[in-house]
């Protein structure tokens, strides 16, 4: 559901809205990167990489945790709109960000077993 242009905020909540938005995409892919390189790392053998992009992940998990699942930069971009679309809070495509913590969290997931499967052989 998106607003109408009568329903709009003002400019400088808009401003800090975009913001949060642009903080919290630049969050994600930082994140999702970390996930995303773990099997280079296993498959390098790097596991001194690994531990770090593991330890990276897992700051964010509590983080996620801590907060019942949402981030909290949701919460602070909540306070600027009443918009609660699935990608009100960070610019990703809807599909993703509907399915971001069941996407990413498969891929950790998978990578960890990789990289397990990598260190024990």
Not at 17 to 38: E, G, R, S
Request: one cysteine or more.
């Amino acid at each position: 559901m998106t607003q109408s242009l009568f329903e709009q905020p003002p400019l400088q909540t808009r401003g800090l809205l975009t913001i949060i938005k642009v903080l919290h995409t630049a969050v994600w892919a930082f994140f999702a990167t970390c996930i995303m390189a773990l099997p280079l790392a296993a498959l390098l053998r790097r596991f001194d990489w690994a531990l770090i992009l593991t330890a990276l992940a897992l700051i964010e998990c509590c983080a996620l945790a801590i907060n019942r699942g949402r981030c909290p930069l949701t919460n602070l971009a909540a306070k600027f709109t009443t918009d609660r679309s699935e990608a009100f809070d960070i610019y990703l495509p809807v599909w993703l960000a509907r399915w971001n913590k069941t996407l990413f969290g498969t891929l950790f997931i998978l990578s960890e077993l990789f990289l397990l499967w990598q260190r024990l052989r």
